[in-house]
Protein backbone atom coordinates (compact mmCIF):
# COMPACT_ATOMS: atom_id res chain seq x y z
CA UNK A 1 0.00 0.00 0.00
CA UNK A 2 1.11 3.44 -0.87
CA UNK A 3 -0.73 6.64 0.05
CA UNK A 4 0.20 10.39 -1.03
CA UNK A 5 -0.99 13.74 0.73
CA UNK A 6 -2.87 15.41 -1.39
CA UNK A 7 -1.90 19.16 -2.44
CA UNK A 8 -4.92 21.12 -1.32
CA UNK A 9 -4.56 24.97 -2.38
CA UNK A 10 -4.52 27.11 0.71
CA UNK A 11 -4.58 24.48 3.36
CA UNK A 12 -1.91 21.86 2.64
CA UNK A 13 1.18 24.14 3.23
CA UNK A 14 4.44 22.65 4.18
CA UNK A 15 3.01 23.20 8.04
CA UNK A 16 0.34 20.74 7.36
CA UNK A 17 2.85 18.80 6.04
CA UNK A 18 4.95 18.59 8.46
CA UNK A 19 2.99 17.99 11.04
CA UNK A 20 0.92 15.19 9.65
CA UNK A 21 4.01 13.31 7.93
CA UNK A 22 5.32 13.25 11.41
CA UNK A 23 2.50 11.11 12.25
CA UNK A 24 3.48 8.72 9.77
CA UNK A 25 1.97 6.26 6.99
CA UNK A 26 2.44 8.75 3.99
CA UNK A 27 4.66 7.37 1.47
CA UNK A 28 4.57 11.06 -0.47
CA UNK A 29 3.39 14.47 -0.17
CA UNK A 30 2.45 16.80 -3.39
CA UNK A 31 2.31 20.18 -3.16
CA UNK A 32 0.22 23.05 -3.67
CA UNK A 33 0.30 23.84 -7.16
CA UNK A 34 2.71 26.25 -8.79
CA UNK A 35 0.82 28.31 -11.55
CA UNK A 36 3.21 28.37 -14.75
CA UNK A 37 2.49 31.00 -17.57
CA UNK A 38 4.98 31.59 -19.97
CA UNK A 39 8.50 32.60 -17.69
CA UNK A 40 10.36 30.11 -15.95
CA UNK A 41 10.62 31.13 -12.34
CA UNK A 42 13.11 31.36 -10.27
CA UNK A 43 14.10 29.01 -7.64
CA UNK A 44 12.79 31.17 -4.60
CA UNK A 45 9.14 30.70 -5.74
CA UNK A 46 9.81 26.87 -5.67
CA UNK A 47 11.81 27.32 -1.82
CA UNK A 48 8.85 29.18 -0.53
CA UNK A 49 6.53 27.15 -1.31
CA UNK A 50 8.44 24.06 -0.89
CA UNK A 51 11.40 24.90 2.46
CA UNK A 52 11.59 20.92 2.61
CA UNK A 53 14.06 21.32 -0.76
CA UNK A 54 16.39 22.42 1.98
CA UNK A 55 16.20 18.95 3.63
CA UNK A 56 17.07 17.21 0.57
CA UNK A 57 13.45 17.46 -0.29
CA UNK A 58 11.55 15.37 2.25
CA UNK A 59 9.74 17.28 5.13
CA UNK A 60 11.46 16.72 8.64
CA UNK A 61 10.05 13.13 9.32
CA UNK A 62 11.78 12.01 6.04
CA UNK A 63 8.72 12.02 3.60
CA UNK A 64 9.38 12.76 0.20
CA UNK A 65 7.73 15.91 -1.61
CA UNK A 66 6.63 16.54 -4.74
CA UNK A 67 6.83 20.15 -6.65
CA UNK A 68 3.51 19.71 -8.54
CA UNK A 69 2.97 22.45 -11.80
CA UNK A 70 -0.07 23.49 -13.57
CA UNK A 71 -0.54 25.16 -16.86
CA UNK A 72 -1.13 24.85 -20.52
CA UNK A 73 2.10 25.76 -22.47
CA UNK A 74 4.38 22.92 -22.79
CA UNK A 75 7.42 24.64 -23.28
CA UNK A 76 7.05 26.70 -20.16
CA UNK A 77 6.16 23.96 -18.27
CA UNK A 78 8.73 21.91 -19.16
CA UNK A 79 11.44 24.44 -18.95
CA UNK A 80 10.32 25.00 -15.08
CA UNK A 81 10.02 21.09 -14.51
CA UNK A 82 13.50 21.44 -15.59
CA UNK A 83 14.23 24.02 -12.96
CA UNK A 84 12.63 22.39 -10.27
CA UNK A 85 14.27 19.08 -10.75
CA UNK A 86 17.49 20.90 -10.63
CA UNK A 87 16.66 22.54 -7.37
CA UNK A 88 15.98 18.99 -5.86
CA UNK A 89 12.32 18.14 -6.42
CA UNK A 90 11.34 14.67 -5.77
CA UNK A 91 9.93 14.52 -9.22
CA UNK A 92 7.44 16.63 -11.00
CA UNK A 93 3.29 16.17 -10.31
CA UNK A 94 1.68 17.72 -13.67
CA UNK A 95 -2.12 19.08 -12.37
CA UNK A 96 -4.94 18.75 -14.75
CA UNK A 97 -7.38 18.31 -12.25
CA UNK A 98 -7.70 21.69 -10.51
CA UNK A 99 -11.69 22.82 -10.91
CA UNK A 100 -11.40 26.71 -10.00
CA UNK A 101 -13.28 28.93 -12.50
CA UNK A 102 -10.35 31.41 -12.42
CA UNK A 103 -7.65 28.78 -13.51
CA UNK A 104 -9.78 26.97 -15.90
CA UNK A 105 -10.88 29.94 -17.73
CA UNK A 106 -6.92 30.74 -18.28
CA UNK A 107 -7.26 27.40 -19.88
CA UNK A 108 -5.15 25.71 -17.02
CA UNK A 109 -6.09 22.36 -14.64
CA UNK A 110 -9.89 20.21 -15.44
CA UNK A 111 -10.71 22.56 -18.62
CA UNK A 112 -7.52 20.44 -20.48
CA UNK A 113 -9.24 17.34 -19.98
CA UNK A 114 -11.71 18.35 -23.46
CA UNK A 115 -8.58 17.48 -25.48
CA UNK A 116 -6.26 14.23 -24.82
CA UNK A 117 -4.12 15.18 -27.54
CA UNK A 118 -3.23 18.51 -25.81
CA UNK A 119 -2.51 16.33 -22.37
CA UNK A 120 -0.39 14.58 -24.49
CA UNK A 121 1.74 16.97 -25.76
CA UNK A 122 2.34 18.75 -22.53
CA UNK A 123 2.90 15.70 -20.97
CA UNK A 124 5.89 14.33 -23.74
CA UNK A 125 7.30 17.90 -23.92
CA UNK A 126 7.75 18.21 -19.97
CA UNK A 127 9.18 14.37 -19.63
CA UNK A 128 12.00 15.63 -22.30
CA UNK A 129 12.76 18.10 -19.48
CA UNK A 130 12.58 15.80 -16.62
CA UNK A 131 15.79 12.87 -16.12
CA UNK A 132 14.33 9.21 -16.88
CA UNK A 133 15.16 8.25 -13.30
CA UNK A 134 13.06 11.17 -12.14
CA UNK A 135 9.06 10.29 -11.38
CA UNK A 136 6.73 12.48 -13.89
CA UNK A 137 3.69 11.75 -11.75
CA UNK A 138 -0.18 13.29 -13.34
CA UNK A 139 -3.19 14.21 -11.55
CA UNK A 140 -6.51 14.22 -13.62
CA UNK A 141 -10.16 14.06 -12.66
CA UNK A 142 -12.46 12.23 -14.86
CA UNK A 143 -13.50 14.87 -17.14
CA UNK A 144 -15.05 18.53 -17.38
CA UNK A 145 -18.34 18.32 -18.09
CA UNK A 146 -18.57 14.58 -18.79
CA UNK A 147 -16.68 11.29 -18.58
CA UNK A 148 -16.83 10.24 -22.17
CA UNK A 149 -12.52 10.81 -22.65
CA UNK A 150 -11.72 9.76 -18.93
CA UNK A 151 -9.76 6.35 -20.67
CA UNK A 152 -8.64 8.43 -23.70
CA UNK A 153 -7.47 11.06 -21.68
CA UNK A 154 -5.67 8.43 -19.55
CA UNK A 155 -3.99 6.26 -22.16
CA UNK A 156 -2.66 9.79 -24.03
CA UNK A 157 -0.76 10.89 -20.32
CA UNK A 158 0.70 7.33 -20.42
CA UNK A 159 1.68 7.17 -24.09
CA UNK A 160 3.52 10.92 -23.62
CA UNK A 161 5.80 9.24 -20.72
CA UNK A 162 4.02 9.86 -17.33
CA UNK A 163 5.27 7.13 -14.68
CA UNK A 164 2.02 7.49 -12.44
CA UNK A 165 -1.32 8.72 -12.60
CA UNK A 166 -3.76 9.79 -9.79
CA UNK A 167 -7.05 10.06 -10.58
CA UNK A 168 -9.72 12.39 -8.59
CA UNK A 169 -13.08 10.45 -9.28
CA UNK A 170 -15.39 12.82 -10.02
CA UNK A 171 -15.15 15.45 -13.12
CA UNK A 172 -14.60 19.22 -13.29
CA UNK A 173 -18.76 19.88 -12.77
CA UNK A 174 -19.17 17.26 -10.10
CA UNK A 175 -16.68 19.58 -7.97
CA UNK A 176 -16.40 17.39 -4.85
CA UNK A 177 -20.08 16.94 -4.29
CA UNK A 178 -20.81 12.23 -3.61
CA UNK A 179 -20.61 10.19 -4.53
CA UNK A 180 -16.80 9.30 -5.90
CA UNK A 181 -16.95 7.70 -8.98
CA UNK A 182 -14.12 4.73 -7.79
CA UNK A 183 -15.54 2.38 -10.69
CA UNK A 184 -14.07 4.44 -13.19
CA UNK A 185 -10.56 4.56 -11.67
CA UNK A 186 -11.21 0.53 -12.36
CA UNK A 187 -12.15 1.44 -15.91
CA UNK A 188 -8.99 3.37 -16.28
CA UNK A 189 -6.45 1.51 -14.54
CA UNK A 190 -7.48 -1.75 -16.85
CA UNK A 191 -6.60 0.76 -19.93
CA UNK A 192 -3.20 1.65 -18.67
CA UNK A 193 -0.08 0.09 -17.38
CA UNK A 194 1.42 2.70 -15.09
CA UNK A 195 0.64 2.92 -11.14
CA UNK A 196 -2.73 4.45 -10.43
CA UNK A 197 -3.72 6.10 -7.53
CA UNK A 198 -7.17 6.46 -6.25
CA UNK A 199 -8.43 9.68 -4.98
CA UNK A 200 -11.97 11.00 -3.72
CA UNK A 201 -14.05 10.75 -0.46
CA UNK A 202 -11.59 8.56 1.40
CA UNK A 203 -12.16 9.85 5.04
CA UNK A 204 -12.83 6.55 6.78
CA UNK A 205 -10.73 3.42 6.92
CA UNK A 206 -14.18 1.56 5.42
CA UNK A 207 -13.59 4.26 3.05
CA UNK A 208 -10.48 3.31 1.88
CA UNK A 209 -11.48 -0.16 1.97
CA UNK A 210 -14.14 -0.05 0.04
CA UNK A 211 -12.24 2.57 -2.32
CA UNK A 212 -9.45 -0.57 -3.14
CA UNK A 213 -11.90 -2.92 -3.51
CA UNK A 214 -13.46 -0.85 -6.40
CA UNK A 215 -11.09 0.67 -8.18
CA UNK A 216 -8.83 -2.18 -7.94
CA UNK A 217 -5.88 0.36 -6.50
CA UNK A 218 -3.85 -0.29 -4.00
CA UNK A 219 -2.48 3.43 -3.63
CA UNK A 220 -4.48 5.98 -2.24
CA UNK A 221 -4.23 10.03 -2.14
CA UNK A 222 -6.03 11.34 0.43
CA UNK A 223 -6.56 15.10 1.61
CA UNK A 224 -9.94 16.05 3.13
CA UNK A 225 -9.66 13.13 5.22
CA UNK A 226 -6.24 13.72 6.38
CA UNK A 227 -7.43 17.01 7.87
CA UNK A 228 -10.58 14.75 9.54
CA UNK A 229 -8.39 12.87 11.11
CA UNK A 230 -4.42 13.59 11.27
CA UNK A 231 -3.37 9.67 11.66
CA UNK A 232 -5.83 8.46 8.84
CA UNK A 233 -2.14 7.13 7.18
CA UNK A 234 -1.75 5.31 10.22
CA UNK A 235 -5.50 4.16 10.38
CA UNK A 236 -5.87 2.66 6.82
CA UNK A 237 -2.76 0.86 7.08
CA UNK A 238 -3.77 -1.13 10.46
CA UNK A 239 -1.01 0.29 12.21
CA UNK A 240 -3.14 2.54 14.58
CA UNK A 241 -6.84 3.52 15.55
CA UNK A 242 -8.36 6.47 14.45
CA UNK A 243 -7.81 9.79 16.54
CA UNK A 244 -10.35 10.39 18.59
CA UNK A 245 -11.70 13.94 19.37
CA UNK A 246 -9.73 14.53 22.58
CA UNK A 247 -6.45 13.21 20.44
CA UNK A 248 -6.90 15.76 17.14
CA UNK A 249 -7.32 18.47 20.29
CA UNK A 250 -3.64 17.65 21.47
CA UNK A 251 -2.43 17.31 17.69
CA UNK A 252 -4.37 21.37 16.93
CA UNK A 253 -2.77 22.43 20.23
CA UNK A 254 0.90 21.47 19.32
CA UNK A 255 0.23 23.31 15.51
CA UNK A 256 -0.47 26.07 17.51
CA UNK A 257 2.67 26.00 19.89
CA UNK A 258 5.02 25.15 16.70
CA UNK A 259 3.83 28.36 14.45
CA UNK A 260 3.16 30.56 17.69
CA UNK A 261 6.62 32.23 16.39
CA UNK A 262 6.46 31.77 12.91
CA UNK A 263 5.10 34.45 9.97
CA UNK A 264 1.82 33.27 9.82
CA UNK A 265 0.77 33.85 13.90
CA UNK A 266 -1.78 36.34 12.55
CA UNK A 267 -3.54 33.88 10.77
CA UNK A 268 -3.44 30.97 12.93
CA UNK A 269 -6.93 31.32 14.47
CA UNK A 270 -8.16 31.59 11.17
CA UNK A 271 -6.44 28.03 9.96
CA UNK A 272 -7.87 26.22 12.99
CA UNK A 273 -10.80 27.49 12.18
CA UNK A 274 -10.88 26.25 8.29
CA UNK A 275 -8.94 23.25 9.95
CA UNK A 276 -12.22 22.53 12.47
CA UNK A 277 -14.34 22.77 9.32
CA UNK A 278 -12.68 19.60 7.76
CA UNK A 279 -12.16 17.88 11.07
CA UNK A 280 -16.06 17.87 11.70
CA UNK A 281 -17.26 16.05 8.85
CA UNK A 282 -16.52 13.12 10.82
CA UNK A 283 -16.25 14.62 14.67
CA UNK A 284 -19.31 16.32 15.51
CA UNK A 285 -17.68 17.71 18.53
CA UNK A 286 -15.86 19.81 15.88
CA UNK A 287 -18.89 21.17 14.86
CA UNK A 288 -19.84 22.33 18.44
CA UNK A 289 -16.51 23.69 19.07
CA UNK A 290 -16.32 25.65 15.84
CA UNK A 291 -19.21 27.45 17.01
CA UNK A 292 -17.64 28.22 20.72
CA UNK A 293 -14.18 29.86 19.05
CA UNK A 294 -16.09 31.45 15.98
CA UNK A 295 -15.45 34.43 16.85
CA UNK A 296 -11.58 34.26 18.24
CA UNK A 297 -9.01 36.18 16.74
CA UNK A 298 -6.01 35.63 18.75
CA UNK A 299 -3.38 33.07 19.36
CA UNK A 300 -3.81 33.01 23.11
CA UNK A 301 -7.22 33.26 22.91
CA UNK A 302 -7.41 30.12 20.51
CA UNK A 303 -5.28 27.88 22.91
CA UNK A 304 -7.26 28.65 26.19
CA UNK A 305 -10.55 27.48 23.90
CA UNK A 306 -8.54 24.42 23.47
CA UNK A 307 -7.53 23.99 26.84
CA UNK A 308 -10.78 24.26 28.25
CA UNK A 309 -12.56 21.88 26.00
CA UNK A 310 -9.86 19.60 26.34
CA UNK A 311 -10.20 19.63 30.41
CA UNK A 312 -13.80 18.09 29.33
CA UNK A 313 -11.77 14.68 28.92
CA UNK A 314 -9.64 14.50 31.82
Not at 153 to 158: P, W
Not at 200 to 225: H, N, P, T, W, Y
Not at 287 to 303: H, N, S, Y
Request: aromatic share 6%; charged share 20%.
Amino acid sequence: MHITLAPMEGVMDHHMRQLLTALGGYDLCITEFIRVIDLQLPARVYRRLSPELYNDSKTASGTPVRIQLLGQNPHCLAQNAHKAISIGSDGIDLNFGCPAKTVNKNKGGAVLLKSPQTLYEIVSEVRKAVPAFQTLSVKIRLGYEDKSLAVENAQAIEAAGANELTVHARTKLEGYRPPAHWHWIAKIKDAITIPVTANGDIFSVDDAKRCMEISGCERLMIGRGALATPNLAQAIKGIESPNSWSEILNIVEKYLFIQTHGDQEKYLPSRIKQWLMFIKSQHPQAAVFLQQVRTIKTTGEMLAAINQEQLRFR
